[in-house]
């Protein structure tokens, strides 16, 4: 569990070995960038496979986006008050629950459901991402480094993201084109 320390809050794993730690909060914070615009690239093949009118299909990234930005305020406090690490892999257990039922979802509905929970899921887990960060850093120089780790991991997943769209199993399935 976390301990307090003059201010700064440790995990265990924190404790000794904050390398690991780091890389999976890290890691965390790499699937909730790339997730997003994974689905926006996909799009058009998810209109084909999944039979979606035009109009409909702009639920798949819009219910993940209302679901995060309404709910991230709530996801922060909720770190506050039950603390940074367990709202952390509480959010990140549901991302990628509702990541695998999007994966094999068949209706357009069951899809949306999905994007919602993965939305609930990283606005529990994303603000936890920068507090853990800051929170586990024994100076300043410490701090920096894990900071400039965040911005290159989530510049790296939107990359990413874009990129490997073309390349996912919603994509290839078919004779179509992504």
Not at 119 to 144: C, H, K, Q
Request: charged share 10%; net charge positive.
């Amino acid at each position: 569990m976390a301990t307090s320390n003059g201010g700064r809050v440790y995990s265990n794993l924190s404790r000794f070995r904050p390398g690991l730690a780091l890389a999976t909060i890290l890691g965390g914070q790499l699937m909730l960038t790339m997730d997003f615009l994974i689905v926006l690239v996909a799009l058009p093949k998810i209109l084909a496979e999944l039979g979606y009118s035009a109009p409909g299909l702009s639920w798949v990234p819009n219910a993940f986006a209302l679901a995060f930005g309404g709910l991230l305020l709530l996801g922060g406090r909720l770190g506050d008050m039950h603390g940074q690490v367990k709202t952390f892999k509480v959010g990140i257990a549901i991302f990628v629950a509702a990541s695998l039922l999007g994966g094999m979802a068949g209706t357009p509905l069951l899809l949306i459901v999905a994007r919602v929970f993965q939305g609930v899921g990283g606005a529990l887990a994303g603000p936890s991402v920068v507090a853990l960060i800051t929170s586990m850093a024994r100076d300043e120089a410490e701090r920096n480094r894990g900071l400039s780790l965040f911005i290159a991991v989530s510049s790296v997943g939107a990359s990413a993201g874009l990129i490997s769209a073309g390349h996912s199993p919603i994509c290839s399935r078919g004779a179509g084109r992504c």
